[in-house]
């Protein structure tokens, strides 16, 4: 029996012979063309179907499949859908809600001086949150009429108010009305910038949306009503019906609230303290809105009167001080969240302030410049003068100016010196030097050779500052700036000891500070209670307090130098301090202590061109003079004393003048003694005086010019 030549599952395929047995021929298989379809064939061989199936007649064609365009539309509607609810969910979770109750610019900031006076504002005056439902109806419906008639009824945004307000705009040709509900104005106000761009105004709508979800009318209204700007630096209703009315929310009339609703299009024009007439027209337009909207009756906007304003107060309260931009990011820091009008207590002292103004303003200056810095010992700024007249120029020269200090860099250096174990008795050789093929030199020209440290600090000599630089090493001398609080560069260098890197004169200050309290480094501060240090600092050990032997050492070399080279600043009390000349004369400094007060000044051109004649104890130590007067209550000597041949004493030398009344005093232990030491100092006298005698004295003939310079790396850097 023949096999079946096919099974369940797969096919078998006989193959047999050509010639089967008989002579039969066996019939042909059947062709696979008939197995493909008209568009199979059509895309392999692009030629018209063929069928094997006998027969002329091809079969019917499949119909075209037809794109359902309908169900793309839905479908995307639906995933937009999707998309902005996912959208508003997840500004729910993450936007912060409380910051619809922020104000968008920050509070205002009082700053008082030390004793609570007031002394300079900062900042929006912002007033205190309202609750619209506590306010007159008629206030609320004031805003709705002009601003969003259907606040009540829509979900944040109005497509009416955006209908009307577009048809508004074809008609006149330009954008004249808005469509933004009171709800988009919430989030474009505290939330967005003001671009006027499709994706701003997509995450305004967006925004609106969430804000109408998570919370009531009401608490949006309120919102709104205490963020809005209404002119003059104010916002939030209840500081614009306190400064245009002198009254609060609840006690607006119709007129006034309908005048500080129609602020609401263009505050900056429209504040009535500036433009009443416009401020008025503009009420009116709000009373017509309100009555369209049937909030009024056509007879009670008939008896509402243009309303009257406050007039513009004049603000004594300075809003710009020298002292004042210099204390505020401190003072905001220090003031925190503490409300919409906080107030920060500084270190201010009304009266040393006025003083430093004074002597400023007296100064003979010209076309110079001046910058005065006063401060305790601690750091605490009493007083600080950047300019000799804010209005002119807000740059404070005692704060942003970095100059050469010229001498008054010195005290790092011997500060270096007494540290590395010298004395201000030790003796160092005052004659030309040349360090690496630079020949510092004295301005006079006069080498007195081997002298004391005191002597050298009192005259202030280049060629030894310079030899002991090399001599402790610039390091040190670095070093011991660093220490006294000199955070500017300083390039390390021999040449640093003539005053050659540029420092500030806050930052100066505060390193003489450091000498007058012994402990440094001593950090400027204007704020009360802000005198905390890191936890860096405190790590590592800053604040720390100076050698009791270093500290009157140092105080010793700064009396010496009053005396010498800054003998224009002497006062009657003990006082310490130093000169300096920048190159040029482009920069005057004296800086110094007496009292309770430390006390910088410098004076010279914004453009640090050069000033003939500018020295550091000529200007500067006079108005530093000044300000210790008086700061101190010093009286002022009417004549000063003379010797017998009517010479003034304090004309001479101040080291003269020291040694002379240490011989009239019987300090020195013999009379010879005491005339070669004056001798020395350059004055003659003609034969030795008996004991508590006055003595003629004859003037160096150079006493009566100008202080000597001191010489830089140039041959002329840092005079006295």
Aim: a positive charge; proline letters at 8%; glycine letters at 10%.
């Amino acid at each position: 029996m023949r096999p079946d030549p096919y099974d369940t599952g797969r096919v078998r395929y006989n193959h047999a012979r050509g010639d089967t047995p008989g002579g039969a021929t066996p019939d042909p298989l059947p062709s696979f063309g008939a197995w493909h379809d008209d568009a199979d064939r059509a895309a392999d061989f692009h030629a018209p179907p063929r069928y094997d199936d006998g027969g002329g007649t091809p079969p019917p064609r499949a119909p075209l499949r037809r794109i359902a365009w309908g169900k793309w539309i839905v479908r995307a509607l639906a995933a937009s859908i999707v998309l902005f609810v996912i959208a508003v969910i997840w500004l729910a979770v993450t936007a912060p809600l409380s910051q619809s109750l922020k104000p968008q610019m920050p509070p205002s900031i009082t700053l008082t001086a030390a004793d609570g006076t007031p002394i300079a504002r900062r900042g929006a005056i912002i007033g205190t949150p309202v609750d619209a439902r506590t306010l007159p109806p008629h206030v609320r419906e004031a805003f709705m009429a002009i601003e969003d008639r259907r606040f009540y009824s829509h979900w944040g945004i109005d497509p009416r108010g955006i209908a009307r307000a577009a048809w508004a705009n074809v008609g006149s040709g330009g954008v004249r009305q808005g469509g933004s509900t009171i709800t988009q104005q919430l989030a474009k106000n505290v939330f967005l910038d003001s671009d006027r761009t499709a994706a701003r105004k997509i995450r305004e709508v967006m925004i609106a949306f969430w804000l109408e979800a998570w919370l009531s009318k009401d608490e949006i209204l309120s919102r709104y009503l205490s963020n809005v700007y209404f002119g003059d630096n104010v916002y939030g209703i209840t500081a614009a019906a306190k400064h245009y009315f002198g009254r609060t929310p609840q006690k607006l009339n119709v007129g006034q609230a309908a005048m500080l609703a129609g602020l609401v299009k263009a505050p900056s024009r429209l504040a009535p303290t500036g433009n009443l007439k416009g401020a008025r027209a503009r009420q009116a337009v709000v009373v017509g809105a309100m009555v369209d909207a049937g909030f009024l009756t056509k007879r009670e906007a008939a008896v509402v009167q243009p309303q009257r304003v406050l007039p513009a107060r004049t603000d004594t309260l300075p809003t710009g001080t020298y002292f004042a931009d210099w204390v505020l990011p401190t003072a905001r820091e220090v003031a925190g969240d503490a409300g919409t009008d906080a107030r920060v207590k500084t270190t201010l002292d009304r009266g040393l302030q006025s003083t430093a103004e004074r002597v400023v303003r007296q100064a003979s200056l010209r076309g110079l410049q001046a910058a005065v810095v006063a401060m305790r010992p601690d750091g605490k700024v009493v007083a600080m003068v950047g300019g000799k007249d804010y209005r002119t120029s807000a740059f404070n020269r005692a704060v942003q100016a970095k100059r050469q200090p010229g001498s008054t860099f010195k005290l790092f250096v011997y500060l270096a010196a007494l540290r590395a174990g010298l004395t201000p008795d030790d003796v160092r050789d005052d004659s030309p030097v040349e360090i690496a093929g630079w020949k510092p030199r004295n301005d006079d020209g006069r080498y007195l050779g081997p002298i004391t440290l005191r002597r050298a600090f009192a005259r202030s000599s280049n060629v030894v500052a310079a030899r002991l630089t090399q001599e402790v090493g610039v390091r040190n001398v670095i070093k011991a700036a660093r220490d006294l609080g000199i955070t500017t560069p300083i390039p390390n260098e021999a040449t640093i000891g003539l005053g050659t890197a540029e420092v500030s004169l806050l930052e100066l200050t505060g390193a003489y500070a450091a000498i007058a309290s012994g402990r440094y480094p001593v950090t400027p501060r204007g704020v009360e209670g802000n005198r905390n240090a890191s936890w860096y600092e405190a790590i590592a050990g800053r604040d720390a307090e100076m050698p009791g032997k270093i500290r009157d050492e140092m105080r010793s070399l700064l009396g010496s130098s009053i005396r010498g080279t800054g003998r224009d600043a002497n006062l009657p009390v003990d006082a310490f301090g130093k000169t300096g000349t920048s190159q040029g004369g482009r920069d005057g400094w004296f800086i110094g202590f007496a009292g309770n007060l430390v006390v910088g000044v410098w004076v010279g051109k914004d453009d640090s061109t050069p000033n003939p004649g500018l020295h550091g104890g000529g200007m500067p130590a006079q108005i530093w003079r000044q300000f210790m007067m008086s700061a101190l209550d010093i009286p002022v000597v009417v004549a000063p004393a003379e010797d017998e041949m009517g010479a003034p004493l304090d004309n001479m030398d101040g080291g003269a003048i020291d040694e002379f009344g240490r011989v009239i005093d019987g300090a020195q232990p013999s009379i010879a003694e005491a005339v070669d030491r004056l001798r020395e100092l350059g004055i003659e006298l003609p034969q030795p005086p008996e004991p508590r005698q006055r003595v003629p004295v004859e003037r160096y003939p150079d006493d009566r010019g100008p202080p000597p310079e001191d010489e830089g790396p140039n041959g002329d850097y840092g005079r006295f």
